[in-house]
């Protein structure tokens, strides 16, 4: 919501004044704070768990995942990066493949991309074709023995390229991954928060019969301040306390951090900056698709809202 914005920077002076503790001690921000996010999302996507970075949330979304599933392994797109902590390294193709190479319960699907990618604009089918890869990988898995915990993905792939996937690819792919008995996560912490202008989250330009099991949030969440969130079902929430082993974060939703996420939201509500991202975005895409018209350098342009691509070519 822009560099030191008033808003934010009284939100968090105030509450320091008066408490900042770890979440152990009940504070009514944290609740209020749920209670916000909630109405930004699907019902069903009803509990939340707070965090400092979006690394430790997607951490947390693969503990999640593979103690409700009981299952190990992960489906990643290529050239997906999802956080700096060892256990996101291993599922990122971005960095692993620099450093000590893929695991075998991580498996890595082409990225559904249909500038560059396997299957293109003129290919007849292109989002049954990218879903098939995923179940291919999946049948692959379970002939050497290996059991699917989730599909882990960025709702709009951002290091891999800007990449806007086909609508109803993820609605396919989720259906493979739920049939092997696997969850779907949707990273969100680049591309949510109304980026995409359209829409609040980056999942829903996949259609509203589309709901993912984890949503992880971060970067935008507190701008600029550590916060970070993974939103998921009672039914995970339920497997995941039933270990005894509560979950348990010093930082994570502290008075001073919920202050800001509540008053990050205001100011996106209030200035009315989802609809900013759309209309300052088709603008955006407008003119560089002029340019596109005139540099053959330019190979394609996309986005949607404020997450914008353009793809150079020789």
């Given at each position: 919501v822009g560099h030191c914005h008033p808003d934010i920077v009284k939100?968090?002076?105030?509450?320091?004044?008066?408490?900042?503790?770890?979440s152990r001690y009940l504070h009514d921000n944290l609740v209020d704070y749920a209670e916000?996010?909630?109405?930004?999302?699907?019902?069903?996507?009803?509990?939340?768990?707070?965090?400092?970075?979006g690394s430790e949330a997607n951490d947390l979304a693969l503990r999640l995942a593979r103690q409700y599933t009981k299952h190990e392994d992960v489906i990643v797109l290529d050239?997906?990066?999802?956080g700096h902590l060892t256990s996101l390294i291993d599922i990122s193709p971005y960095k692993f493949r620099n450093l000590e190479g893929q695991k075998e319960w991580?498996?890595?699907?082409?990225v559904p991309d249909t500038y560059r990618g396997l299957y293109r604009e003129d290919h007849r089918d292109s989002v049954t074709a990218y879903a098939d890869e995923v179940e291919n990988i999946i049948k692959d898995a379970h002939k050497r023995g290996r059991k699917i915990a989730a599909f882990f993905a960025e709702s709009l792939p951002s290091v891999g390229g800007q990449i806007i996937p086909?609508?109803?690819?993820?609605?396919?792919?989720?259906?493979?991954?739920?049939?092997?008995?696997?969850?779907?996560?949707?990273?969100?912490?680049?591309?949510?928060?109304?980026r995409v202008g359209q829409h609040f989250w980056a999942f829903q330009l996949q259609g509203e019969d589309f709901i993912p099991d984890i949503v992880t949030m971060g970067k935008?969440?507190?701008?600029?301040?550590?916060?970070?969130?993974?939103a998921t079902?009672?039914?995970?929430?339920?497997?995941?306390?039933?270990?005894?082993?509560?979950?348990?974060?010093?930082?994570?939703?502290?008075?001073?951090?919920?202050?800001?996420?509540?008053?990050?939201?205001d100011v996106i509500d209030k200035e009315h900056l989802q609809a900013h991202a759309t209309e300052v975005g088709n603008f955006l895409m407008k003119l560089l698709k002029e340019q596109k018209i005139k540099h053959p350098i330019i190979g394609d342009v996309r986005g949607s809202g404020l997450f914008i691509g353009v793809d150079l070519i020789k």
């Open positions: 939100a968090a002076h105030e509450q320091n004044q008066l408490l900042n503790t770890n916000r996010l909630s109405k930004t999302l699907p019902e069903k996507l009803c509990i939340f768990y707070f965090l400092n970075s050239h997906a990066y999802h991580v498996h890595v699907a082409p086909p609508a109803g690819y993820f609605q396919k792919v989720a259906k493979h991954v739920c049939k092997a008995g696997g969850v779907f996560i949707a990273d969100e912490i680049q591309v949510g928060f109304g935008p969440i507190g701008n600029g301040h550590p916060l970070a969130c993974v079902t009672k039914e995970i929430a339920e497997a995941f306390a039933a270990t005894g082993v509560e979950y348990f974060n010093t930082f994570g939703g502290n008075p001073v951090s919920c202050a800001i996420g509540l008053a990050v939201l």
